[in-house]
Structure formats: structure tokens, C-alpha cells
């Protein structure tokens, strides 16, 4: 996802001389490197200096530019937080935090490297919007709302590295603030954001076996949020099932199920999100996020369990 | 009449000001808007131009930058009337959006990257950029952040102003951190220019400003007294927060007319 994120920037660059990017020592990816050599001053590694990154991106929106701030997502909303919170947030400013790695993704790198508890923090600043693309392909779409639309702040949750796009050929198009129907079904529902979409698509392969259909949707746009999207899947489906690369608290998780009462829907909601806990275990991501009982066997065998 | 008994006129009105603002709410921070009064009128009527922008890092004195942009007509007398009022729209701390405000304060240490941000939108234009701190402010880690990424992108169009009084809310800055001083060697050792003035010496600070080289973005340490002129609130660590009462408001008058 970084490389298409620079790549894509990059091309909006071009084009708009508004757009500035700031990241602070981050090794480059993509076309950062051309953008950095074809226009210095619109790309700027401020060093390991977060909390300035985040005020001079304030600065230059408040001189009408439109900024991005880059870096791996725990040192771009918590070490810089109440530069978010103040000089972002509260002014109000078409800035976007762009929170690369997020999750669990860093999974060799311990707990300092994590955020798990990234969108429940960013939700709850007011003003603040949140995109999570599934795939590359979302991401591109995220970035020209970033780019062209968006007036107010947004906190971009991006993977790393080796997504796989698979909305390529999604007939229903990306739009900021709407769940997105990503794959038909008609049994259970899936609900989820961010590159753990992949578990998803497996599970439904393996579903698809017992007879079982599969819909899953993108909740790409975590803020502002599509309940009335929610709304109609509710309608739809007696088993929703969530899976999210997040803290159960604050999450795609909290959002569901806080709905749901208010609605009092009467199907039933499994989450898969992770434990209030930190993370304190190595390995490949799998590995972190079956610790906290995100695993396809046991999603796999939960669901049956549940419909038969 | 010269520029510095014009100087001297507009900051007695500027105390006189705050000082009749402070019978009608409290919490005003006068210490530390008085220890700033001749800079920030320096910035305001003697080196700003319609394009340059400033920025009170030390957010706390905001009282100081409404009563001045009153004076300029950009904030009504109604509205400052209305300061920290139920129905109005100035409080203690300045905010984006508010007449003449270009970034909301009041927590320390970010006035100084946001003026980077806009310094680098406005790079190789003729634009200046002032904005202000206090001494205390100093003791944040971000202002060095931004000070060394300043000097690193040679953004030369900024003019920082410490408002050095000593007193931090309930201390002396100089027991805090001994080792912050002197500061001028802090940012010269960052890549900066620097200058030291009296910071209740109209000339003094227009000159060493108007004298840098432009070479390097720019310092200015502003040598103040927390209070001043009031006799019994310089140096006196209550006045960071407290309202005169009615007896203190008129002894505090009398003591700046006779100046």
C-alpha cells in the first residue's frame, strides 16, 4: 500500500502545487524519491521531529495548502497527539495523518511499533474523519478524495506492503462515508476494513464449501459512519460477523454493536477484534492476531457452530 | 510626535485597557500580557504589513492581542466586550477564525511549527512571519523541534520573539532550568541569528529586528518584567492568573499614568 500511496500522491502532486507532503524518517517508497528530487520544498523530511510535522502541516493549511503527513501510524497520531488534536482538529484544517503499518502489521517489532487502539482514539476528536482502505485499490480512491474533496481532517489508515487488491472488478464504486458491498452473498454477512479483508475472501472460499453465502462489505469510512448503510445489512442478515486489526474499544466493533441496540437488532453479532490487551508476542502477523483469537480455523468453526 | 512616545502612548492605552477589562472577569493573566505589551504592539504598528502574519505562541496573553487588534479595527468593541462572556466569541486563549487570529493557542510549544508550515506555503516571497513566546514555553521539547527544522529549511522570513520575563506560573524559569539560559546561545547553536533588547523599549526592539541580516531565520530575546510597570505585580508570581480588585485597579491606573 505504500508504494501505491506514493505513487499515487505523487501523480496528484503534478498536477495540484498545493499538495505538500511531510514525513518524518521514513525510508522512502515509490515515487517519494521523485517527488522529494522534483519538488523539495513540497516534500519535506522534517527528521524525527513528529509534533513539527503535524504543526507545520497546520501551518501550511491555514496558508491555503493541502497537506499530508506520513509515517508509520503509532508515531503519526500518538507521539504528535495533541498537535492533531489542537492545531488539526480544532482548526479544523484539510489536513490528512496518513497512519502507515497500522494494526498489527509491524508484528516482529513489539508493542512501541503497534496501534491497536488507533481509530478508537481518532474517533473521538471531533472534526476528525477516518478512511481504512481494504486494498491498493481503495487506497487510490481514498487518496483522490483526500486530494480533491475532503475540507476538513482525516486520519488515513494504510497497510505496508504486498496487499492484494481485490476490488479491482467491485462494480460499486468507492465513496468517502459509505459501506461498500464488496462481494455478494446471502447467508452471513461479513463486516471489516483494512487489509484484514483477505481473511474474509478466505473464509468465504472455505464457507462456500458448506454450502454457506458470503457477503462482505468494506467499512472503509469509519468516520464519519454509514448507518444507514448498517441499517439495511441489519434488515439483510441474522449473523454478522466483524473482523478488524483493532482494540475491541472504539473500533468497527463498538460502532456495530452500539448501533444495533440502539436499532434492537436481533441477529446475532460475532467480533473479532483485538482483546484490550497489549501485544507482547513476535512472529508473523497471523501469529499476533490468532494470540487474540482472530484465526480463519476458529472464525471457520465458530460460524458453523453458529448456523447449524 | 516621534515613533517612540507614539509607542509609549498606545501601550499605556493597551495596560489601561486590560486593566478595565479586569473589573469585569477574571483570570486574565495580566503578568504575563504586560511583560509583552510593547512587543506585541512593535509587531503590530511598527513592522507588520497587511500580508505578514503573527502568531501568539504564549497564547495566555491573548487579552493583550484582542485590546490591539481592537485598537487596529479588526476585532469590535462589542465583540471584546463580550470577552470570556457568555455570548461571545474571545476567550482567554486566541482562536483560528476570530478577527485577525491565525492559529488557535494556549497550549505551549505550538505556535512555532505552525509558523514554519506557513512560512514554507509562502517560501521565496516577501512575507514575514512573527511569532511569539515566552521564556517558559521554551521548556517544551517541540519548540526545539521546530527551531532546528526552521533553521534546516532556512525559513529566514521568521521572526521569533522570546518574551523573556523569568516567571513561569508559579516559579522562577530560571530555578525550573538553571541550563536554559542564556537562550540566545540555545537558538544561535540551532542555526539562528540572535539578538537580546529590552523588551519594554519600543526602539530597542525595532531596531534589533530591523538589524538582522536576514541571513538566517531570526531571534529576538526580549529582557521583560513580569507585571510591568505595576509596581506591586512585576516579579510577583500571583499575578500570572489574578484580577486586581478595585483598589489594586485604581492604584495599578494611577501608577501608569504617571509613567
Known amino acids: ?308 | 510626535m516621534n515613533k517612540s512616545l507614539k509607542a509609549k502612548i498606545r501601550c499605556k492605552k493597551y495596560r489601561k485597557k486590560i486593566l478595565e477589562m479586569s473589573q469585569s472577569v477574571s483570570a486574565l493573566h495580566i503578568g504575563g500580557s504586560f511583560s509583552s505589551v510593547e512587543i506585541v504592539d512593535c509587531i503590530y504598528n511598527r513592522f507588520k504589513k497587511n500580508k505578514d502574519i503573527f502568531v501568539l505562541s504564549k497564547g495566555h496573553a491573548g487579552i493583550l492581542q484582542y485590546v490591539i487588534l481592537n485598537d487596529l479595527g479588526v476585532i469590535k468593541s462589542k465583540d471584546l466586550k463580550n470577552y470570556q462572556k457568555k455570548n461571545g466569541f474571545l476567550g482567554v486563549h486566541p482562536d483560528y477564525g476570530s478577527p485577525g487570529i491565525m492559529a488557535s493557542t494556549g497550549s505551549l510549544g505550538h505556535g512555532l511549527a505552525m509558523v514554519a508550515g506557513m512560512a514554507l506555503a509562502s517560501k521565496n516571497k516577501k512575507k514575514y512571519f512573527y511569532v511569539l513566546l515566552s521564556d517558559g514555553e521554551l521548556q517544551e521539547g517541540s519548540v526545539w523541534e521546530s527551531a532546528l527544522t526552521i533553521s534546516s529549511l532556512k525559513l529566514n522570513n521568521i521572526i521569533a520573539i522570546v518574551d523573556n520575563n523569568n516567571l513561569q506560573t508559579s516559579s522562577w524559569t530560571t530555578d525550573t532550568h538553571p541550563t536554559l539560559y542564556p537562550i540566545d546561545k540555545k537558538f544561535k547553536s540551532f542555526g539562528w541569528e540572535t539578538a537580546k533588547c529590552n523588551g519594554h523599549s519600543s526602539d530597542d526592539i525595532y531596531n534589533k529586528v530591523k538589524n538582522r541580516s536576514l541571513k538566517k531565520p531570526f531571534a529576538l530575546i526580549a529582557k521583560t518584567i513580569k507585571g510591568y510597570p505595576v509596581s506591586f505585580m512585576k516579579n510577583v508570581p500571583k499575578w500570572h492568573y489574578r484580577a486586581p480588585n478595585k483598589i489594586e485597579y485604581l492604584k495599578a491606573i494611577k501608577e501608569i499614568n504617571n509613567l
Open chain 1, 1 to 308: 500500500m505504500r508504494n501505491v500511496f506514493a505513487d499515487e500522491l505523487y501523480k496528484h502532486a503534478i498536477k495540484n502545487k498545493k499538495i505538500y507532503i511531510l514525513v518524518s524518517d521514513i525510508s522512502p517508497a515509490g515515487n517519494m524519491v521523485s517527488f522529494q528530487k522534483k519538488y523539495p520544498y513540497r516534500f519535506l523530511n522534517v527528521g524525527v521531529s513528529e509534533q513539527t510535522m503535524i504543526g507545520m502541516c497546520a501551518g501550511l493549511s491555514i496558508e491555503g495548502m493541502k497537506p499530508f503527513a506520513y509515517t508509520i501510524s503509532t508515531f503519526a497520531l500518538y507521539r504528535p497527539f495533541e498537535m492533531v488534536r489542537n492545531d488539526i482538529c480544532y482548526q479544523n484544517l484539510p489536513v490528512t495523518i496518513v497512519g502507515m503499518g497500522a494494526g498489527t502489521i509491524y508484528s516482529t517489532l513489539g508493542g512501541t511499533h503497534l496501534t491497536q487502539e488507533d481509530i478508537s482514539i481518532a474517533r473521538s476528536i471531533p472534526n476528525m474523519s477516518i478512511i481504512a482502505p481494504c486494498d491498493p485499490t481503495e487506497l487510490k480512491d481514498a487518496i483522490n478524495y483526500c486530494c480533491t474533496k475532503s475540507k476538513s481532517p482525516v486520519y488515513l489508515r494504510i497497510g505496508k506492503s504486498g496487499e492484494k487488491s481485490f476490488t479491482k472488478n467491485c462494480k460499486n464504486k468507492w465513496k468517502f462515508g459509505k459501506i461498500r458491498k464488496i462481494s455478494s452473498g446471502n447467508d452471513i454477512c461479513f463486516l471489516t476494513f483494512g487489509p484484514i479483508v483477505k481473511k474474509a475472501f478466505d473464509l468465504k472460499d472455505n464457507l462456500k464449501a458448506q454450502n454457506i453465502s458470503t457477503e462482505i462489505y468494506s467499512c472503509h469510512t469509519l468516520k464519519p459512519f454509514d448507518y444507514n448503510g448498517l441499517r439495511k445489512i441489519f434488515k439483510k442478515f441474522k449473523l454478522i460477523v466483524i473482523i478488524e486489526d483493532h482494540s475491541k474499544i472504539g473500533g468497527l466493533n463498538s460502532i456495530v454493536k452500539t448501533h444495533a441496540y440502539e436499532n434492537r437488532y436481533n441477529g446475532k453479532i460475532i467480533s473479532y477484534s483485538l482483546k484490550d490487551e497489549f501485544i507482547h508476542c513476535y512472529g508473523s502477523q497471523d501469529d499476533l492476531l490468532e494470540k487474540h483469537n482472530i484465526s480463519n480455523k476458529k472464525i471457520y468453526q465458530n460460524i458453523i457452530g453458529k448456523i447449524k
